[in-house]
């Protein structure tokens, strides 16, 4: 919905932004498309871009396999707390076409939350296990991965990478992430067919096989250091060192 490829209309797809947070329980799909799409214009830049680990998460993550894993346990949270520490953040909410939304999206999840909560004779018991659904849908687990997979820079001036393993296909392509920044505006559902059109373009790169590797990786390397998730590439959506 973020890139507006549900429907061919701009409303229908902020509409439909709406509908697919409300069993989130809290109101955030609108504000994850006002950060995000720094993301694909400021690739890297540690003041615009909210996918960027913080130099405070270097630190932490410098323990080992155990604070790491931690990481991904509260990435949730971390992922909130990037947004308002960026350096931009009044300035994008300013600027941003989803900010209206924003007013709109809180209305929609308070009537539900208040409807829910009192069509279930006052109990909260399904409303927390749809907010710890949506939590622990981010990790720690193969899955979640993804978050690594993406930018974590595995090789020097490539800062962007696909995962190609037969988790896509519960995973709505994610892993085709090269591709998505490449051609944003195609959809999930044919992004394979873009990897197959274009060889020379993604063959050459550096890319992932399995997500449970990576993560085995990224637990036990101390060497690999999370502040290297392609902080320093500035130029956008690019990304191969050859190019």
Known sequence: CCHHLVFKTRWLNRVFNLICNIPMVIPMSVGFCVFHMPHHTHLGDLERDADIALPIEAWFLGGGALRRLMWQA??????GLRSQLNRYASQLWKQSAWTPWALPQFLVQTAFVTSWY????????????????????????????????????????????????????????????NEH?????????EL??????????YDTLRSHSSWIR???????NTEWEVFRMAREFKHGAGHSKSE
Request: glycine fraction near 8%; proline fraction near 9%.
């Open 214 to 220: 990576l993560w085995w990786e990224f637990l036990t």
């Open 181 to 189: 920044h490449d051609f944003p505006t195609v959809p999930y559902n």
């Open 74 to 79: 509260l990435y949730p949270l971390i992922l």
């Open 118 to 177: 009192h069509g279930h004779q006052q109990s909260w018991h399904g409303l927390r296990y749809m907010l710890l659904s949506c939590y622990f849908s981010i990790g720690p687990h193969p899955l979640g991965v993804r978050w690594i997979q993406e930018h974590y820079v595995v090789e020097e001036g490539q800062e962007t990478y696909s995962y190609y393993g037969p988790l896509n296909k519960v995973a709505f392509n994610i892993g085709y992430h």
């Open 192 to 201: 394979p067919k873009l990897t197959n059109a274009a060889p020379e373009a």
